[in-house]
């Protein structure tokens, strides 16, 4: 399996969560996912980039452009109030779904 191939379904949760507590550019977003993850998520600007142009569209997410840190001008992306709702619906939704998985791993284990 790709390691693209885990992120379906999840990309805009692990966005949201992404910029909870911080405002990012693009490759930011996709950096902290894959150093968070130890490696294991590895988000292509193909799938990266139409989803933050998706949650901005939405009211997700607030964007600006601004200077990076190498001086290059990029969309720094931040989490609006209605992003910070939707965050908090989408981990509830989350949480639901991983722990009714667990229970049939569990189950069909036995």
Known sequence: MAKTDKLQG???LLVLRTLRRETLHGFGVAARLE?????ALLVEEG???PA????????LLRAAWKRTENGRRAKY???TRA??????????NW??????????LKRSAT
């Open 52 to 59: 933050l142009h998706r949650l901005e569209r939405d009211g």
């Open 95 to 104: 949480n639901r779904l991983s722990a009714a998985v667990r229970l049939v």
């Open 77 to 79: 992306y931040s989490l």
């Open 10 to 12: 999840t990309l805009d």
């Open 35 to 39: 150093d968070w993850s130890d490696g």
């Open 83 to 92: 992003g910070r709702r939707r965050l908090d619906e989408e981990l509830e």
């Open 47 to 49: 799938s990266l980039y």
